[in-house]
């Protein structure tokens, strides 16, 4: 650290003049002058000094070139103090520092308090051009970090107005990087392209800072378009910009940027050091921000390796520190990893009600629709195993009224027929057997019709050259889910080296009995059209127990292969084979009674129900169990 004195207890305008000439270059070196333990360590109650700015100049040389100090935080707290003491223009950059140090280290929240504040003291009223373009600036910072990105790009239009007719060229700069931004975040790549192309930024009025930060929106915006080589250009020229900025916190981000890249590009090895630079810096500091990143894109990494199964532990930290903190938004915000991490997140149960809200809110769209995943905000879901329910918005939907029987119907049908391209002269012969030509035309458009209305979504059903399709994306189906988890299990099984402890297997399973609570459309499973998928699913239902209880066998985990052949039997009570593979589980543990009690009762069902006699085999075991008595 360089030990140039400043002369604290002359003109403080000094240390604010080197302070501010050095940010506007971006050049975070240039503030080491500024913090030498004497300045540091100076009382600012001398009445040699002027308090208010010897405290804005402290916190902002320490928040951007050694966020680690350990008296951040308390020039932080005096410069808010003294914040109503500055003149407008230089109260405002003060906001906006405060409000990237609350958000940085886990209190994005005060921001309301502060705009709050600056508002009481009437300075959006104020008529001079470069106060209200600063005004701007922070309201737009913190919509940002909302994620607000809609009422964000609003006020970025207004204060581009209002820069426009002054020609307040100098703001340009600034004004675009924030346009492209919040452009990114409402996922608008025509009007980001737009505003892009309009930009002509110039990097010198940004300084280093400001040119690693727009070399990051370039990163995404390749990203974006899975441009991978544009995208690993800018995002190494934003981190060599950011290195020679020497601000650690910004730093960080970028290098966190870069990471992504090199994960979307499958090169782990490259991505490797660059977080371990993050991560040293979030320890570091003690960001909270940072240490959620970090987390998130541990997590991450571990899901773009495809090692197997994903470490909670990440996955829990960095959405409880979200939750914590209120984080919903960040500089490098990517659709792409944090639709996958959601979707991690709400399959293990972590932070649903936080993890949907963000869903929602951010608008995340995965690029197939997580069938699988219950927890999902799904628009529309249906349970259809053992009973029929219907959530709309996550509120049930009774079809007690004459007016939505008719409904209810189609959608039963159409589920039961596999629900995607369904011919409705398929759905019309089940529902309107008798009627025939145009009357059975007409009674679907119109049963379609209130069906929709019942759904509250025109969208949810798509009818294509009279073909009726639910849309994946907004209609869950318990039973799609099932088969989709069904269908992973069997990858497992057939492969299982991949597996070696059966964990991913005995997690799969949990979550398809979870999804199993009985037969397609339970008390309605009489009706001819519904007994095709429901004997379907019983029948995987029944293999899957017995594949996994037979894995189980083999890992010899009796206790475990027991519980699965009494689930089997739950399911079918006459499958003799389950009997079978019950009694040499017990014999395993060697609970011979128990083995006994098995073969009495497959003797008992199989006698009552078909009047048959247990099988060769069974009676071996038998016979086996009464010479070991």
């Not at 886990?106 to 600063?134: C, K, M, T, W």
């Not at 970025?156 to 100098?170: F, L, M, N, P």
């Not at 930290?317 to 938004?329: D, E, S």
């Not at 759904?455 to 639910?470: E, F, P, T, V, Y």
Request: charged share 20%; hydrophobic share 45%; glycine share 6%.
């Amino acid at each position: 650290m360089i030990e140039t004195a400043i002369p604290i207890d002359g003109n403080s305008a000094i240390l604010a003049e080197m302070v501010e000439g050095a940010l506007a270059r971006g050049d975070c070196a240039m503030l080491d002058p500024c913090i030498t333990d004497a300045v540091c360590e100076h009382s600012i109650s001398s009445a040699a000094v002027s308090p208010q700015h010897i405290a804005a100049s402290m916190f902002s040389a320490l928040f951007f070139r050694l966020p680690h100090h350990p008296q951040l935080a308390a020039w932080a707290e005096r410069a808010r103090d003294g914040l109503d003491t500055l003149q407008q223009p230089e109260r405002l950059i003060l906001a906006r520092r405060l409000l990237r140090y609350d958000i940085f280290f886990g209190r994005p929240a005060r921001g309301a308090l502060l705009i709050d504040r600056l508002q009481a003291q009437g300075i959006e009223n104020s008529p001079l051009p470069a106060v209200q373009i600063q005004w701007g600036l922070l309201q737009s910072m913190y919509q940002d970090a909302l994620g607000a990105h809609a009422e964000c790009l609003e006020t970025i239009h207004k204060v581009q107005e209002i820069a426009s007719c002054q020609s307040a060229q100098s703001w340009s700069s600034a004004l675009h990087v924030m346009e492209i931004n919040a452009y990114l975040g409402l996922g608008d790549m025509e009007g980001l392209r737009r505003a892009w192309e309009a930009a002509r930024v110039n990097p010198v009025r940004l300084g280093f800072l400001g040119t690693a930060y727009l070399h990051q929106l370039a990163t995404q915006m390749a990203l974006a378009d899975d441009n991978l080589p544009l995208a690993l250009e800018q995002a190494e020229a934003a981190l060599s910009v950011a290195t020679r900025a020497g601000a650690p916190l910004f730093q960080a981000l970028v290098c966190l940027s870069a990471v992504e890249v090199h994960l979307e590009r499958g090169v782990p090895e490259a991505a490797e050091p660059v977080l371990r630079q993050a991560q040293d810096i979030a320890y570091a500091t003690g960001s909270a921000q940072l240490a959620c990143l970090c987390a998130f894109m541990r997590t991450y990494y571990v899901l773009k390796l495809r090692t197997g199964t994903i470490p909670e532990g990440d996955l829990r930290l960095g959405f409880g520190l979200a939750h914590r903190h209120g984080y919903r938004n960040f500089s490098w915000w990517s659709p792409r990893m944090m639709t996958a991490l959601c979707i991690k997140a709400l399959e293990q149960g972590v932070h649903v009600e936080y993890v949907q809200g963000l869903v929602n809110a951010r608008r995340l769209v995965p690029m197939a629709p997580p069938v699988h995943v219950e927890h999902w905000p799904w628009p529309v879901k249906v349970y259809t195993l053992g009973r029929f329910t219907l959530l709309v918005g996550n509120q049930p939907v009774h079809g007690k009224r004459k007016a939505q029987h008719k409904p209810l119907e189609l959608f039963k049908t159409l589920i039961a027929q596999g629900g995607r391209d369904i011919g409705e002269e398929s759905l019309t012969s089940v529902l309107w057997p008798d009627a025939e030509g145009d009357a059975a035309r007409t009674a679907f458009d119109t049963t379609l019709h209130r069906l929709r209305k019942l759904l509250g979504n025109a969208q949810a059903l798509i009818l294509c050259d009279r073909k009726l399709s639910l849309d994946p994306c907004i209609c869950w189906v318990d039973s799609w889910a099932f088969e989709r988890l069904l269908s992973e299990a069997e990858t497992i099984l057939a492969n299982p080296a991949a597996d070696p402890a059966g964990d991913a297997l005995a997690q799969l399973t949990q979550r398809v009995q979870a999804l199993y609570h009985g037969p397609f459309l339970g008390k309605e499973s009489d009706a001819a059209w519904a007994v095709s998928l429901r004997e379907r699913l019983r029948s995987r239902f029944l293999r899957h127990i017995v594949s996994v209880a037979a894995r189980c066998q083999q890992l010899h985990r009796w206790e475990q292969a027991i519980e699965y052949y009494r689930k089997g039997l739950e399911v079918d009570d006459l499958a003799e084979q389950l009997y079978q593979n019950l009694i040499l589980c017990h014999l395993r543990l060697g609970q011979r009674s128990e083995a006994l009690s098995v073969y009495r009762q497959c003797r008992f069902m199989l006698s009552v129900v078909l009047g048959i006699s247990p099988g060769p085999a069974t009676e071996a075991l038998y016979q086996q169990l009464r010479i070991n008595r």
